[in-house]
């Protein structure tokens, strides 16, 4: 998802960090077929979920969920995060057009990796959810070829996924931008509530004994999502949701803010508003892990 994320979460001494990440060079489309299909027809094609807006992929690892991942990066995203490292996600039409098998036949290519690594396929953009028809085929198609999935997502749009793609998810990547409604906004451009909705949606769905694992990710930005009040208001959130379910989020993961979007937004020609923004120093970053430890949550 289009967020400000490191290649490893970081944390602070009391428990053990993720691997750090590896990726693997050469993403962008290379290896997946781009669709030829007529410009009227692609409409139809995407409603269907046989076709859809695609960024690009990648490999990597200790990235976008467990072992070693196929993330697929789907172009659209309602909202306008000031610290967006991927603005060139942000709208469906720069995207191209590929179709769903072309995704699934790069997954079979992979399943012996993933079997070895305990990995498998990320959905990631962008917003996921704006391309739910196509999202949810190939999430299903994956279950079934026996590979662990993942859909990384904001939660804004968390109405499109029905409850048979919340079936075929093993793993939410949800990111809780900030907790309070006005930061939030600030922050996105767009309301809270949905995502806190969506939140609370995924841990009712597993009472049904089907629910997805969650990993919540929250950006740390100094200045603009680092107040206290803000971070326990996360933190009071993602408890509510562990009350609903024990065990629905089983980790959050506190990502530093960097500055590695910046030149995208200069050749996007696009104002950008953390220009001046530092990373935050490591005292920072472990207050904040220790807030939400405080909360009873596993947090890096």
């Not at 781009?34 to 690009?56: C, F, Q």
């Not at 996600?89 to 191209?96: A, Y």
């Not at 859909?151 to 409850?163: I, K, P, Q, V």
Request: some cysteine; glycine content about 10%.
């Amino acid at each position: 998802m289009a967020v400000a994320s490191l290649p490893a979460p970081t944390g602070a001494a009391a428990l053990e960090a993720p691997v750090a990440a590896t990726a693997r060079p050469g993403a962008g489309l290379d290896g997946l077929t781009v669709a030829t299909i007529e410009r009227g027809d692609r409409l139809a094609a995407m409603r269907a979920g046989t076709l859809g807006s695609v960024h690009s992929w990648e490999l990597v690892t200790a990235v976008d969920g467990p072992g070693t991942r196929l993330t697929v990066f789907l172009s659209g995203c309602p909202l306008q995060c000031l610290y967006c490292h991927n603005p060139d996600t942000l709208r469906m039409r720069d995207g191209t057009p590929v179709e769903a098998d072309a995704v699934l036949d790069r997954v079979r290519r992979y399943i012996p990796i993933f079997r070895q690594t305990g990995g498998g396929l990320t959905l990631s953009g962008g917003e996921v959810l704006m391309q739910p028809a196509f999202a949810a085929r190939i999430l299903a198609e994956a279950k079934q070829l026996g590979v662990h999935t993942a859909l990384d997502t904001s939660g804004y749009l968390g109405r499109n996924a029905t409850e048979r793609m919340l079936d075929n998810t093993d793993l939410v990547l949800l990111d809780v931008k900030s907790g309070d409604p006005e930061t939030y906004r600030t922050v996105t451009g767009r309301p809270l509530e949905p995502t806190l909705a969506f939140g609370e949606r995924l841990a009712r769905h597993g009472l049904n004994g089907r629910g997805p694992e969650v990993w919540v990710r929250f950006v740390l930005v100094p200045g603009l999502t680092d107040d206290p009040a803000n971070v326990d208001l996360v933190a009071e959130h993602v408890a509510r949701w562990n009350a609903i379910r024990p065990g629905t989020v089983t980790r959050v993961e506190v990502l530093p803010f960097h500055q590695m979007g910046r030149e995208k937004w200069h050749a996007l020609q696009r104002p950008y508003a953390l220009e001046d923004t530092p990373a935050p120093e490591p005292a920072l970053v472990n207050r904040v892990v220790a807030q939400f430890r405080a909360h009873g949550l596993t947090s890096y």
